[in-house]
């Protein structure tokens, strides 16, 4: 199993332009997350999902879209990127039975820097 | 809602000495708690997690946290520093029932010097 797959590792964009970073796992998770990582800031919620075909807005979603078109992708979106959507970012997948401790399974991580 | 800090964003020991790493949680319900390892370059993985069977939990790589609710917190421990154990280490919450998001705390850095 290849677990949490993300895609590209690295990216540099310009002010203004938009790209998608694809998220892929092959656990059969139901839950799937995106979060952003800041020196100093620890991780932070973007969009998560709970299943295929929903999405949620996290603790930071401005500036970001997601989609979950099929169970084992999640698509995170910049439309207009900005010099503060400079970080790296992070998927994660988990089960998803309610009070259960499922932990939560992470990539390897996009690096995205924004000139 | 939960909340986690981490006392001390670097911790800095010697090979061979303790590690004690501090977290302490806020949570309105019984929480899951968990401690999650990165190395340079690399995205998290889990090295233990509480879920209330047992106070004191043991993890990989010679880890163990000690549940303490009275202090709210879920400190990390392990009795022998080892170079490969430099990374950063972030304590997370989660809430009971179906608040299946994890809460982060800011992360710790540890140091192991020869």
């Known amino acids: 199993n290849a677990g949490v797959t993300q895609t590209p590792k690295f990216r540099v964009l310009k002010t203004g332009q938009s790209m998608t970073l694809l998220c892929a796992q092959d656990?059969?998770?139901?839950?799937m997350y995106w979060y952003r990582q800041d020196p100093g800031m620890g991780l932070r919620l973007i969009h998560y999902s709970v299943g295929e075909g929903t999405t949620a807005k996290g603790e930071v979603p401005d500036g970001y879209n997601v989609s979950r078109l099929k169970k084992q992708n999640f698509l995170l979106g910049l439309e207009s990127a900005a010099p503060s959507q400079t970080s790296v970012y992070f998927c994660a997948s988990s089960y998803g039975l309610t009070g259960v401790a499922y932990e939560q399974y992470f990539g390897p991580g996009t690096r995205l820097t924004v000139t | 809602a939960q909340s986690v800090t981490q006392l001390g964003s670097h911790v800095s020991v010697s090979e061979g000495a303790l590690v004690l790493l501090r977290c302490n949680y806020s949570s309105s319900v019984p929480p899951y708690l968990f401690w999650y390892v990165q190395y340079p370059n690399q995205g998290l993985q889990l090295l233990l997690k509480?879920?209330?069977?047992?106070?004191l939990v043991k993890g990989i790589n010679g880890f163990e946290a000690e549940f303490k609710k009275s202090e709210t917190s879920f400190h990390l421990t392990k009795p022998s520093a080892h170079m490969s154990d430099a990374a950063e280490y972030f304590c997370?919450?989660?809430?009971?029932?179906?608040?299946?998001?994890?809460?982060f705390g800011k992360g710790t850095l540890l140091t192991v010097n020869p």
């Open positions: 656990m059969n998770h139901e839950y």
């Open positions: 509480y879920t209330s069977a047992a106070t």
């Open positions: 997370a919450v989660r809430g009971g029932g179906s608040n299946y998001k994890l809460t």
